[in-house]
Antibody
Protein backbone atom coordinates (compact mmCIF):
# COMPACT_ATOMS: atom_id res chain seq x y z
CA UNK A 1 0.00 0.00 0.00
CA UNK A 2 1.26 3.45 -0.91
CA UNK A 3 1.35 5.46 2.29
CA UNK A 4 3.04 8.33 4.11
CA UNK A 5 3.15 8.60 7.89
CA UNK A 6 4.43 11.75 9.56
CA UNK A 7 5.77 12.02 13.10
CA UNK A 8 7.81 14.36 15.25
CA UNK A 9 5.38 17.19 15.87
CA UNK A 10 4.79 18.69 19.29
CA UNK A 11 4.88 21.77 21.47
CA UNK A 12 8.10 23.76 21.22
CA UNK A 13 9.22 27.12 22.56
CA UNK A 14 10.03 29.97 20.17
CA UNK A 15 13.62 29.68 19.00
CA UNK A 16 13.62 25.92 19.44
CA UNK A 17 14.21 23.13 16.94
CA UNK A 18 12.21 20.14 15.83
CA UNK A 19 12.68 17.43 13.23
CA UNK A 20 9.69 16.02 11.42
CA UNK A 21 9.81 12.59 9.82
CA UNK A 22 7.71 11.16 7.02
CA UNK A 23 7.99 7.41 6.54
CA UNK A 24 6.99 6.15 3.13
CA UNK A 25 5.76 2.72 2.14
CA UNK A 26 4.92 1.33 -1.28
CA UNK A 27 7.27 3.67 -3.13
CA UNK A 28 10.69 5.30 -2.78
CA UNK A 29 11.17 8.84 -1.44
CA UNK A 30 14.44 9.00 -3.36
CA UNK A 31 13.02 8.39 -6.83
CA UNK A 32 10.11 10.82 -6.39
CA UNK A 33 9.77 14.53 -5.84
CA UNK A 34 8.68 15.09 -2.23
CA UNK A 35 7.17 18.16 -0.61
CA UNK A 36 6.21 19.52 2.79
CA UNK A 37 3.02 21.57 2.97
CA UNK A 38 1.65 23.21 6.11
CA UNK A 39 -1.67 24.56 7.28
CA UNK A 40 -1.94 27.06 10.11
CA UNK A 41 -5.02 26.72 12.33
CA UNK A 42 -8.12 27.76 10.38
CA UNK A 43 -6.04 28.81 7.36
CA UNK A 44 -5.28 27.53 3.89
CA UNK A 45 -2.47 25.40 2.53
CA UNK A 46 1.07 26.76 2.29
CA UNK A 47 3.84 25.01 0.38
CA UNK A 48 7.00 24.83 2.51
CA UNK A 49 9.71 22.81 0.78
CA UNK A 50 10.47 20.44 -2.09
CA UNK A 51 13.22 17.96 -2.84
CA UNK A 52 13.72 16.64 -6.33
CA UNK A 53 14.65 13.04 -7.00
CA UNK A 54 18.05 14.35 -8.06
CA UNK A 55 18.52 15.97 -4.66
CA UNK A 56 17.93 19.65 -5.43
CA UNK A 57 16.06 21.40 -2.65
CA UNK A 58 13.75 24.41 -2.59
CA UNK A 59 12.11 26.46 0.16
CA UNK A 60 9.44 29.04 0.73
CA UNK A 61 10.90 32.42 1.61
CA UNK A 62 9.18 32.21 5.01
CA UNK A 63 11.35 29.24 6.05
CA UNK A 64 14.51 29.67 3.98
CA UNK A 65 17.62 29.51 6.11
CA UNK A 66 15.71 27.96 9.03
CA UNK A 67 14.28 24.71 7.61
CA UNK A 68 16.13 21.90 5.86
CA UNK A 69 14.53 19.12 3.84
CA UNK A 70 16.36 15.82 3.51
CA UNK A 71 15.77 12.11 2.99
CA UNK A 72 17.23 8.77 4.01
CA UNK A 73 17.17 6.08 1.36
CA UNK A 74 17.87 3.25 3.81
CA UNK A 75 14.88 4.22 5.94
CA UNK A 76 12.77 5.44 3.00
CA UNK A 77 11.99 8.51 5.07
CA UNK A 78 11.70 12.21 4.36
CA UNK A 79 12.67 14.78 6.99
CA UNK A 80 12.13 18.42 7.75
CA UNK A 81 14.60 19.94 10.20
CA UNK A 82 13.08 23.10 11.63
CA UNK A 83 15.29 25.55 13.52
CA UNK A 84 14.68 28.99 15.01
CA UNK A 85 10.99 28.24 15.23
CA UNK A 86 8.52 31.10 15.45
CA UNK A 87 4.90 31.36 16.55
CA UNK A 88 3.89 31.74 12.90
CA UNK A 89 5.31 28.27 12.16
CA UNK A 90 2.46 26.78 14.18
CA UNK A 91 0.61 24.50 11.80
CA UNK A 92 -0.23 21.00 10.75
CA UNK A 93 2.64 19.80 8.57
CA UNK A 94 1.92 17.38 5.74
CA UNK A 95 4.39 15.52 3.60
CA UNK A 96 3.31 14.73 0.08
CA UNK A 97 4.58 12.79 -2.90
CA UNK A 98 4.74 14.87 -6.04
CA UNK A 99 4.50 12.51 -8.98
CA UNK A 100 5.68 15.14 -11.43
CA UNK A 101 8.74 14.27 -13.48
CA UNK A 102 11.24 16.05 -15.67
CA UNK A 103 11.94 14.20 -18.89
CA UNK A 104 14.75 15.49 -21.09
CA UNK A 105 14.41 18.85 -19.38
CA UNK A 106 10.64 19.06 -19.83
CA UNK A 107 8.58 19.22 -16.64
CA UNK A 108 5.46 17.04 -16.61
CA UNK A 109 3.00 17.91 -13.86
CA UNK A 110 1.20 15.08 -12.10
CA UNK A 111 0.39 16.86 -8.85
CA UNK A 112 0.85 15.89 -5.21
CA UNK A 113 -0.96 12.58 -5.26
CA UNK A 114 -0.11 10.96 -1.92
CA UNK A 115 -0.38 12.79 1.40
CA UNK A 116 0.36 11.87 4.97
CA UNK A 117 -2.13 12.41 7.76
CA UNK A 118 -0.22 15.42 9.10
CA UNK A 119 1.67 16.18 12.29
CA UNK A 120 0.95 19.20 14.47
CA UNK A 121 3.63 21.69 15.42
CA UNK A 122 2.81 24.28 18.05
CA UNK A 123 5.32 27.02 18.76
CA UNK A 124 4.44 28.79 21.98
CA UNK A 125 6.01 29.93 25.20
CA UNK B 1 5.81 34.71 -6.58
CA UNK B 2 2.69 33.73 -8.51
CA UNK B 3 -0.51 34.66 -6.70
CA UNK B 4 -3.50 32.35 -7.01
CA UNK B 5 -6.97 33.78 -6.41
CA UNK B 6 -10.04 31.61 -6.09
CA UNK B 7 -13.67 32.63 -6.33
CA UNK B 8 -16.14 32.41 -4.84
CA UNK B 9 -14.79 32.01 -1.31
CA UNK B 10 -17.74 30.31 0.38
CA UNK B 11 -20.52 29.34 -2.00
CA UNK B 12 -23.55 27.47 -0.79
CA UNK B 13 -25.24 24.85 -2.91
CA UNK B 14 -27.60 21.91 -2.72
CA UNK B 15 -27.18 18.24 -3.48
CA UNK B 16 -27.58 17.79 -7.21
CA UNK B 17 -26.45 21.32 -8.11
CA UNK B 18 -23.78 22.10 -10.66
CA UNK B 19 -20.98 24.15 -9.13
CA UNK B 20 -18.06 25.97 -10.71
CA UNK B 21 -15.05 27.27 -8.82
CA UNK B 22 -12.66 29.67 -10.52
CA UNK B 23 -8.93 30.06 -10.00
CA UNK B 24 -6.93 32.91 -11.48
CA UNK B 25 -3.15 33.13 -11.62
CA UNK B 26 -1.29 36.44 -11.42
CA UNK B 27 0.73 35.45 -14.50
CA UNK B 28 0.47 32.79 -17.14
CA UNK B 29 1.11 29.25 -15.90
CA UNK B 30 0.22 27.26 -19.03
CA UNK B 31 -1.62 24.21 -17.65
CA UNK B 32 0.53 23.72 -14.55
CA UNK B 33 -2.50 23.81 -12.29
CA UNK B 34 -3.76 21.23 -9.81
CA UNK B 35 -6.95 20.99 -7.76
CA UNK B 36 -7.25 19.45 -4.29
CA UNK B 37 -10.15 18.62 -2.02
CA UNK B 38 -9.84 18.80 1.75
CA UNK B 39 -12.50 17.51 4.10
CA UNK B 40 -12.54 18.81 7.71
CA UNK B 41 -9.76 17.31 9.79
CA UNK B 42 -8.31 15.40 6.86
CA UNK B 43 -5.34 15.73 4.57
CA UNK B 44 -5.87 17.21 1.11
CA UNK B 45 -6.40 14.83 -1.78
CA UNK B 46 -5.60 15.38 -5.44
CA UNK B 47 -8.60 15.73 -7.74
CA UNK B 48 -7.21 17.06 -11.00
CA UNK B 49 -3.69 17.62 -12.29
CA UNK B 50 -2.34 19.49 -15.29
CA UNK B 51 -5.52 21.59 -15.31
CA UNK B 52 -7.85 18.97 -16.76
CA UNK B 53 -6.68 15.41 -16.06
CA UNK B 54 -8.78 13.53 -13.54
CA UNK B 55 -6.74 11.73 -10.88
CA UNK B 56 -7.32 7.98 -10.78
CA UNK B 57 -10.25 7.09 -8.59
CA UNK B 58 -11.86 10.54 -8.63
CA UNK B 59 -15.52 10.50 -9.71
CA UNK B 60 -16.24 11.73 -13.22
CA UNK B 61 -18.58 14.44 -11.93
CA UNK B 62 -15.41 16.45 -11.28
CA UNK B 63 -13.80 18.20 -14.23
CA UNK B 64 -11.22 20.89 -14.78
CA UNK B 65 -10.45 23.27 -17.59
CA UNK B 66 -8.42 26.30 -18.48
CA UNK B 67 -4.95 27.41 -19.44
CA UNK B 68 -2.83 30.51 -19.12
CA UNK B 69 -4.26 32.44 -16.18
CA UNK B 70 -7.88 31.29 -15.83
CA UNK B 71 -9.01 27.89 -14.64
CA UNK B 72 -12.21 26.26 -13.46
CA UNK B 73 -13.18 23.26 -11.39
CA UNK B 74 -16.69 22.01 -12.06
CA UNK B 75 -18.74 19.53 -10.09
CA UNK B 76 -21.58 18.46 -12.32
CA UNK B 77 -23.97 17.13 -9.67
CA UNK B 78 -23.07 17.74 -6.05
CA UNK B 79 -23.06 14.79 -3.72
CA UNK B 80 -23.14 15.03 0.10
CA UNK B 81 -19.48 14.01 0.34
CA UNK B 82 -18.45 16.92 -1.93
CA UNK B 83 -19.09 19.55 0.71
CA UNK B 84 -15.49 20.37 1.51
CA UNK B 85 -12.80 22.96 0.82
CA UNK B 86 -11.16 23.10 -2.59
CA UNK B 87 -7.73 24.51 -3.39
CA UNK B 88 -5.98 25.25 -6.64
CA UNK B 89 -2.17 25.09 -6.78
CA UNK B 90 0.29 26.17 -9.43
CA UNK B 91 3.37 24.11 -10.21
CA UNK B 92 4.65 26.39 -12.97
CA UNK B 93 7.33 27.93 -10.80
CA UNK B 94 8.82 27.63 -7.36
CA UNK B 95 7.63 28.64 -4.82
CA UNK B 96 4.53 26.59 -5.48
CA UNK B 97 1.49 28.54 -4.37
CA UNK B 98 -2.07 27.65 -3.45
CA UNK B 99 -5.26 29.59 -3.77
CA UNK B 100 -6.89 30.71 -0.54
CA UNK B 101 -9.45 27.92 -0.74
CA UNK B 102 -13.14 27.68 -1.57
CA UNK B 103 -15.30 26.23 1.16
CA UNK B 104 -18.37 24.62 -0.37
CA UNK B 105 -21.28 24.76 2.06
CA UNK B 106 -24.67 23.12 2.11
CA UNK B 107 -27.55 25.47 1.33
Amino acid sequence: EVQLVESGGGLIHPGGSLRLSCAASGFSVVTNYMSWVRQAPGKGLEWVSLIYSGGSTFYADSVKGRFTISRDDSKNTLYLQMNSLRAEDTAVYYCARDSSVTVFGVFEDYGMDVWGQGTTVTVSS
Amino acid sequence: DIQMTQSPSSPSASVGDRVTITCRASQTISTFLNWYQQRPGKAPSLLIYAASTLQTGVPSRFSGSGSGTDFTLTISSLQPEDFATYYCQQSYSIPYTFGQGTRLEIK
